[in-house]
């Protein structure tokens, strides 16, 4: 595929991201098999996008309630990051998604709504991560990790809830 000349290779299907997020789901289940609640935090936009069908896929293999919220978050200024509804967090399960983790900033800026609070645990849950940390944010829960040069770009596209490819260019 061919876009203002920039090569465009497709390193996740369709079909393979929706492999990923069972494994991913599968995995969230093992961690926290004894847990009552899970509150699953997207990043809005693609974030969002993937906590939706994460939780779709989490549904399935979890007795524990999941409660979504979305992190209003704007990856220029990410000082003000806030949640989109309040919701109670203390002592409980808090992961937080995204589509791509690069630096690992917007993680890092992801987790600010929740710092005024005592939740049990944050996990970190990505389709695909980078190897071009610059802040201490390690993803929990990782569909592809890939190697990419600095000037190599990472794109989850997504079509209203569906996410149809991940493209490296």
């Given at each position: 595929m061919q876009s203002n000349n920039v090569q465009k290779n497709c390193i996740l299907s369709a079909e393979s991201i929706k492999r990923k997020l069972k494994r991913m789901a599968l995995e969230i289940a093992e961690q926290n098999a004894e847990e009552k609640e899970l509150i699953i935090a997207g990043i809005n936009g693609n974030g969002e996008v993937l906590a939706k069908a994460l939780v779709d896929e989490l549904k399935q293999v979890v007795a524990a309630n999941i409660n979504t919220v979305i992190i209003q978050l704007n990856k220029?200024?990410?000082?003000?990051?806030?949640?989109?509804?309040?919701?109670?967090?203390?002592?409980?399960?808090?992961?937080?998604?995204?589509?791509?983790?690069?630096?690992?900033?917007?993680?890092?800026?992801?987790?600010?709504?929740?710092?005024?609070?005592?939740?049990?645990?944050?996990?970190?849950?990505?389709?695909?991560?980078?190897?071009?940390?610059?802040?201490?944010?390690?993803?929990?829960?990782?569909?592809?990790?890939?190697?990419?040069?600095?000037?190599?770009?990472?794109?989850?596209?997504?079509?209203?809830?569906?996410?149809?490819?991940?493209?490296?260019?």
């Open positions: 220029k200024q990410p000082l003000d990051a806030k949640l989109s509804t309040s919701l109670d967090v203390n002592e409980k399960v808090v992961i937080i998604v995204d589509d791509v983790s690069n630096t690992g900033k917007t993680l890092l800026y992801g987790l600010k709504p929740f710092i005024n609070n005592l939740p049990k645990k944050i996990q970190t849950a990505v389709l695909v991560e980078r190897s071009h940390k610059l802040f201490a944010v390690q993803p929990d829960y990782v569909g592809l990790s890939i190697a990419t040069t600095l000037q190599e770009h990472i794109t989850v596209e997504t079509v209203g809830n569906d996410i149809t490819g991940a493209w490296l260019h």
